[in-house]
């Protein structure tokens, strides 16, 4: 019997790996992708993991596929990027069970440090690339995936994006469903899988092999749909544009691809004959666009298509010129919401600190990214995950100095990718300061825990690595550990740090508020004391207002971490007992 059910993307792929026999799920958090072994591992006989990062997570999949059990494995578009070694391998040894990679890619960088587009790291792989459009055949592709995997000894890229990911719709599943778990026979023949030089030229010939089977496969498949209505406009899609184009288009014929790679080129030549204009709208890059003009078919993309940022209706409308499809919409004046660091947020302290010692600090992606900003304005690099370390020592090599340049990692990242830095610092004696600034969670995904701190995924109570005995065992000597809620204990141990040589490490150590959710103490100004100097808006706190001309505090805001307390030169903010 089946129900219809609101999924999101993310949901609805969980479920549709449940239901496709899936044994085993990991991955790093990172959004859009989160979700999905959030909700995989709800499900009941499956094991799910937070894995130290993407390649890590891709190569303990593959033991669990070499292994005879199907594997999933989630990461955001970034994500590939650290497991893109073990990846573009992956595909000339193939897999034993079925083994998909989810690629949650984010148009527009609502949450990212780039926009990607991984349809082009699958191809340059070499292995199938599948992309849903709606929740439904979110759940649906997934199981097709997995069938694909195993049909042609394969990794598969299951592209997915932000709005696929987040998006809700309506999925039909069964009410009552007992998944058949697959299992094979464990099967490692080291010619398949040792990727020394002879094997590895066997394998890579083996892989051309695959690609003329793939797209034999690619022109029958059921991955791809063709609705001819109108024959004076033809439309060339995938994934989310295809909603867009639908609606903007819903009476011509469009050519809706769910397999991405390879292109069913001759498909689409017929489809291209049926039609009298043809166009491809596609997110990103010309993928699609520019394989079709490689094959000779004429067709119209990125001239109109924006090639950057996610599509909507408005801007296909706009790049056809098409007048008044859209209804007149009310002005609303809306106010600017800037990303800011939550109040009572740990990290305020350490940046506050940075900034007034007009320290050059490197910094690290998390949440605490958000100490770039004014007021703050305590951060001047950040590009990739595990880089903020290297990237302070690299300008101390440059002639920098030492006692005015440090680095920021949150505690996740430095598990990520930190660590390595670390090593390289201490091996080549560098003198660089590198804080860790350890809120005890995976913050920015939504407080995921991690191997430093909390349960596993499952909720299970686990061993947690010690960041004071690790950077230790490593070779540091100068470790310190501080509460960065003490602005003034963290100032006088930075200052000391910095002009130490050698490696030092300060982990300035706070549970995220968002996880302690407490309020002791509520604060207000006094104002027949507060002479609105402005200091306290220096730490750049959400709960600190300027309403015509004075300063107050927000108590709905307030978390209580009494940062301000300690700034403010005339003693003017007051504890309220609560």
Avoid at 132 to 154: V, Y
Avoid at 175 to 188: A, G, H, Q, S, V
Wanted: net charge positive.
């Amino acid at each position: 019997m089946k129900e219809r059910i609101l999924m999101s993307g993310n949901e609805a792929i969980a479920l549709g790996a449940y239901e496709a026999g899936v044994s085993c799920g990991m991955g790093y958090p990172g959004t859009p992708s989160t979700e999905i072994l959030e909700n995989f591992v709800k499900y009941p006989d499956v094991y799910a993991e937070w894995s130290t990062n993407e390649k890590v997570a891709l190569e303990t999949a593959t033991g669990v596929s070499l292994g005879g059990a199907r594997a999933l494995v989630t990461m955001k578009h970034v994500g590939l990027n650290v497991a893109l070694d073990a990846f573009m391998t992956l595909a000339y040894t193939g897999i034993n069970a079925g083994l998909v990679v989810i690629s949650a890619d984010d148009p527009s960088m609502h949450s990212s440090q780039n926009e990607q587009d991984n349809r082009i790291l699958g191809r340059f792989a070499g292995v199938p690339v599948i992309e849903p459009s709606s929740s439904q055949e979110a759940k649906d592709f997934i199981a097709d995936a997995f069938n694909i995997s195993e049909k042609f000894d394969l990794p598969v890229l299951f592209r997915i994006t932000t709005r696929t990911a987040h998006s809700k719709s309506v999925v039909e599943a069964e009410k009552e469903f007992k998944p058949n778990r697959i299992k094979k026979p464990m099967d490692i023949p080291w010619q398949k899988y040792v990727m020394m030089p002879m094997n590895a030229i066997k394998r890579r010939q083996e892989l051309i092999k695959k690609q003329a089977l793939l797209q034999g496969f690619a022109e029958k498949t059921g991955l791809n749909t063709i609705k001819i209505k109108s024959k004076d406009i033809g439309f060339i899609t995938s994934g989310i544009a295809y909603q867009h184009v639908k609606e903007v288009f819903p009476e011509k014929s469009i050519f809706k691809l769910g397999l991405l790679n390879p292109l069913p080129v001759e498909k689409i030549k017929a489809f291209a004959k049926k039609v009298k204009k043809l166009y491809v709208v596609e997110e990103l890059e010309p993928f699609i666009e520019e394989q079709m003009k490689a094959a000779g078919i004429k067709v119209t993309g990125k001239e109109i298509i924006p090639i950057y940022g996610e599509l909507n209706p408005d801007i296909i409308s706009a790049a056809f010129k098409i007048k008044g499809k859209e209804k007149e919409k009310e002005k609303i004046d809306v106010p600017s919401r800037p990303p800011v660091l939550c109040p009572g947020c740990p990290h305020r302290g350490v940046f506050y600190v940075l900034s007034k010692l007009g320290i050059t600090v490197t910094g690290d992606i998390g949440c605490y990214t958000l100490g770039a900003l004014p007021p703050l304005s305590a951060m001047s690099t950040c590009i990739d995950m595990g880089a903020a370390i290297n990237h302070a020592y690299g300008i101390e090599k440059a002639g920098g100095q030492y006692d005015k340049t440090a680095a920021v990692i949150g505690d996740s990242t430095f598990i990520h990718s930190g660590i390595t830095g670390v090593i390289n610092l201490v091996y080549n004696k560098g003198n660089t300061l590198v804080i860790i600034l350890d809120n005890r969670t995976t913050a920015m995904t939504g407080t995921q825990p991690h191997p430093g701190a909390g349960p596993t995924i499952s909720g299970a109570e686990t061993t947690n690595v010690d960041i004071e005995k690790l950077v230790a065992a490593i070779g540091v000597a100068e470790i310190a550990v501080i509460d960065p809620y003490n602005l003034k204990l963290t100032e006088n141990v930075i200052k000391d740090f910095l002009i130490k040589k050698g490696p030092k490490v300060i982990i300035a150590r706070r549970e995220c508020v968002l996880i302690t959710k407490r309020k002791q103490t509520d604060f207000y100004i006094d104002r027949q004391i507060c002479n609105d100097c402005g200091k306290c808006m220096e730490l750049g706190c959400p709960a600190i207002l300027k309403e015509e001309g004075q300063h107050k505090i927000d108590p709905a805001l307030c978390t209580g971490c009494a940062m301000c307390v300690a700034l403010c030169p005339e003693k003017a903010i007051k504890i309220r007992r609560i």
